[in-house]
């Protein structure tokens, strides 16, 4: 068991770029959620998949940000067009159902700076 | 809408001596499970405790234990015989019993004086 990975660790890129992130669960888990962290504040939900389906979105994910987890495995999310304002931590987690632990482990994280 | 809120940004304890932080929260539902996480300065987020809503015993995982008061919607951590290594940012989170998502609270800085 090797945990959550996340990649890339650190991604830096100007404003109107598109980016893509990667996570990789722990390999039993079949859920799988985005969450957004700005420095000093605790980490606000994005998204969450149950196998491949996408069971809930915030409305926090603008139109701009897509998530997909194709066959249930890995995760991506990708962020069009990235504003100042996306410059924040993105973390992965993953989770088994059904399982009485209820716990969500998490990945290291994403830190995206938007310049 | 449910809602977690911690109203210490920061404590600070010594070595070996005992602190609680508070956490409490708002909801109408019955079902629903509690957490306690810390991040560690540049680490990942683990969990530290669990409670499950329907359960009135409280919750402990060695040196650290809940105060789960239910009908206040108060949930706080204690941490006994403080260590260095317990510095690092605690979050309260809540996680509805029909969802998958967790709701954090701000988080509270705990630092630890040697």
């Known amino acids: 068991d090797t945990g959550v990975s996340q990649d890339p660790r650190h991604k830096i890129t100007k404003r109107g770029q598109n980016v893509t992130f990667r996570c990789d669960p722990i390999?039993?888990?079949?859920?799988l959620y985005w969450y957004r962290q700005t420095l000093g504040q605790g980490p606000e939900f994005l998204t969450y998949f149950q196998n491949e389906a996408q069971l809930e979105k915030s409305r926090l994910l603008s139109d701009r940000f897509s998530a997909e987890r194709p066959k249930g495995s890995f995760s991506t999310l990708e962020i069009q067009r990235t504003e100042q304002g996306d410059s924040a931590m993105y973390l992965c987690?993953?989770?088994?159902?059904?399982?009485?632990?209820?716990?969500?482990?998490f990945g290291p994280g994403t830190r995206l700076t938007v310049l | 809408a449910q809602t977690v809120t911690q109203s210490q940004p920061e404590m600070s304890v010594q070595e070996a001596e005992t602190v609680t932080l508070s956490c409490t929260y708002d909801?109408?539902?019955?079902?629903?499970?509690l957490f306690w996480y810390k991040q560690p300065p540049s680490r990942q987020m683990i969990l530290v405790i669990r409670?499950?809503?329907?359960?009135?015993q409280n919750a402990t995982e060695n040196r650290f234990s809940v105060n789960f008061q239910k009908a206040a919607k108060s949930f706080s951590l204690k941490i006994s015989d403080s260590q260095l290594g317990d510095a690092a940012m605690y979050f309260c989170?809540?996680?509805?019993?029909?969802?998958?998502?967790?709701?954090f609270g701000q988080g509270t800085t705990l630092q630890v004086k040697p």
């Open positions: 989170a809540y996680r509805s019993g029909n969802t998958g998502k967790l709701i």
């Open positions: 987690a993953s989770s088994l159902r059904f399982s009485d632990q209820n716990e969500q482990f």
């Open positions: 909801t109408s539902e019955s079902d629903y499970y």
């Open positions: 390999s039993e888990h079949n859920r």
């Open positions: 409670q499950e809503a329907y359960k009135q």
